[in-house]
């Protein structure tokens, strides 16, 4: 049997891959899976360049899903290239498919097979366990000994959301691409005959993002998986500005266009924009009105404030200033930490003072909160 990372080469895992494939972006449904199973069982079991390949070939119909597969196979097998060739017999699972028969008919039989697919089974589900643990754990509490692993999936999952809303699309009725997949779909309750055509369109997003992410001493627990988090949106945005702010403004718009993230990384750490300092959120907007007020356009501007809301300067200037921004954007959004806290009330002075206009309060403590800002991009 073929494997590679506790993952094994059966009808049931191709199925799984599909599945998870399917819940990342990818385009794929039950006849592109379908489909795979066939290619596979075609490739030949010891054919270990031939299962991406295959699979490649079945799932992806667009040039942002080939984009997209790539970091779902890497991630589903494991991050292995190649995988382990067997000699001797072609194991039982990866037999070619009879015409008519199931595909369950492709799972592995006898019990040596049983055997490995359990030990497949129990590290896929340790794996699972792991990742859902490390979405959901506050940042602040994380042991250290997690951080590696969590800033490997955070970047991976920054990743993918990020190119899940650069390439959304929805499905039209008038004009646009035919959408071969879902015409064929609607067409086989009659026969198979293309008579409605399916459009999709390019799905309308803000053509512009402007964050202010704060740093200051109370979220510094934050900051830097918060840094990421937006340097991932930049990197898949066309038009994103990104601001750090603590007593004062800083741009960061220019340093996150790197190529590397870790390039970035060393920059901002060079760049003095006032980490771990005081807070002053009503001034620091203050500031962007003034200087920077051009990047808000009302018709395709979200706003996006990252911070816990301990404001140590006026109020009535916070709400002031947000009353500014929220007549020039689309949405204006706010993200705190402070929301991930059981029994947190938003009843600080500057939570108060912003609360009025905001369109969007949703908390920003673990990995899964910030993906859930997706459905509000």
Same mark, same amino acid.
Request: proline fraction near 4%.
């Given at each position: 049997?073929?494997?590679?990372?506790?993952?094994?080469?059966?009808?049931?895992?191709?199925?799984?891959?599909?599945?998870?494939?399917?819940?990342?972006?990818?385009?794929?449904?039950?006849?592109?899976?379908?489909?795979?199973?066939?290619?596979?069982?075609?490739?030949?079991?010891?054919?270990?360049?031939?299962?991406?390949?295959?699979?490649?070939?079945?799932?992806?119909?667009?040039?942002?899903?080939?984009?997209?597969?790539?970091?779902?196979?890497?991630?589903?097998?494991?991050?292995?290239?190649?995988?382990?060739?067997?000699?001797?017999?072609?194991?039982?699972?990866?037999?070619?498919?009879?015409?008519?028969?199931?595909?369950?008919?492709?799972?592995?039989?006898?019990?040596?097979?049983?055997?490995?697919?359990?030990?497949?089974?129990?590290?896929?589900?340790?794996?699972?366990?792991?990742?859902?643990?490390?979405?959901?754990?506050?940042?602040?509490?994380?042991?250290?000994?997690?951080?590696?692993?969590?800033?490997?999936? =955070? &970047? $991976?999952? #920054?990743? %993918?959301?990020? !190119? *899940?809303?650069? @390439?959304?699309?929805?499905?039209?009725? /008038?004009?646009?691409?035919?959408?071969?997949?879902?015409?064929?779909?609607?067409?086989?309750?009659?026969?198979?005959?293309?008579?409605?055509?399916?459009?999709?369109?390019?799905?309308?997003?803000?053509?512009?993002?402007?964050?202010?992410?704060?740093?200051?001493?109370?979220?510094?627990?934050?900051?830097?998986?918060?840094?990421?988090?937006?340097?991932?949106?930049?990197?898949?945005?066309?038009?994103?500005?990104?601001?750090?702010?603590?007593?004062?403004?800083?741009?960061?718009?220019?340093?996150?266009?790197?190529?590397?993230?870790?390039?970035?990384?060393?920059?901002?750490?060079?760049?003095?924009?006032?980490?771990?300092?005081?807070?002053?959120?009503?001034? =620091? &907007? $203050?500031? #962007?009105? %003034?200087?920077? !007020? *051009?990047?808000? @356009?009302?018709?395709?501007?979200?706003? /996006?404030?990252?911070?816990?809301?301990?404001?140590?300067?006026?109020?009535?200037?916070?709400?002031?200033?947000?009353?500014?921004?929220?007549?020039?954007?689309?949405?204006?959004?706010?993200?705190?930490?402070?929301?991930?806290?059981?029994?947190?009330?938003?009843?600080?002075?500057?939570?108060?003072?912003?609360?009025?206009?905001?369109?969007?309060?949703?908390?920003?403590?673990?990995?899964?909160?910030?993906?859930?800002?997706?459905?509000?991009?």
């Amino acid at each position: 049997m073929i494997r590679s990372q506790g993952r094994w080469t059966d009808a049931g895992t191709i199925v799984e891959f599909c599945r998870y494939a399917r819940a990342q972006g990818l385009s794929s449904g039950v006849q592109e899976t379908l489909a795979a199973l066939e290619a596979i069982a075609a490739l030949g079991p010891n054919n270990s360049d031939g299962l991406k390949f295959g699979l490649r070939s079945t799932l992806c119909s667009s040039k942002d899903d080939w984009d997209l597969f790539d970091d779902c196979f890497q991630t589903f097998w494991g991050g292995a290239s190649t995988l382990p060739r067997r000699t001797g017999n072609a194991p039982k699972e990866l037999a070619p498919r009879a015409k008519g028969r199931n595909s369950s008919s492709l799972m592995a039989s006898g019990s040596g097979d049983d055997v490995s697919s359990e030990q497949g089974g129990s590290q896929a589900i340790a794996g699972a366990s792991s990742h859902d643990r490390l979405t959901k754990a506050d940042f602040s509490t994380l042991p250290q000994n997690d951080m590696a692993a969590l800033e490997q999936i =955070s &970047l $991976r999952l #920054f990743k %993918q959301m990020s !190119r *899940r809303l650069a @390439r959304r699309r929805r499905i039209g009725t /008038v004009r646009g691409q035919i959408d071969l997949r879902r015409t064929i779909r609607r067409s086989i309750p009659r026969g198979g005959e293309p008579i409605n055509l399916r459009y999709r369109e390019r799905k309308p997003r803000p053509h512009r993002l402007v964050t202010l992410l704060d740093i200051s001493g109370s979220m510094s627990s934050y900051s830097l998986f918060l840094v990421k988090f937006l340097y991932a949106l930049q990197k898949h945005f066309r038009h994103v500005d990104t601001f750090l702010f603590s007593t004062g403004l800083t741009e960061i718009t220019n340093l996150f266009r790197t190529q590397r993230l870790q390039d970035a990384l060393k920059a901002l750490s060079q760049k003095p924009a006032g980490w771990s300092g005081g807070t002053s959120i009503g001034g =620091s &907007l $203050r500031e #962007f009105n %003034q200087l920077h !007020r *051009r990047k808000l @356009r009302s018709s395709d501007t979200l706003f /996006v404030v990252l911070s816990d809301g301990w404001d140590t300067g006026d109020p009535g200037v916070l709400a002031a200033e947000l009353a500014v921004v929220k007549r020039r954007v689309r949405r204006l959004i706010w993200l705190t930490p402070l929301l991930g806290l059981k029994d947190y009330q938003p009843i600080t002075s500057g939570i108060t003072a912003a609360l009025p206009y905001l369109d969007v309060f949703a908390p920003a403590h673990n990995l899964e909160s910030l993906l859930a800002l997706e459905k509000h991009l």
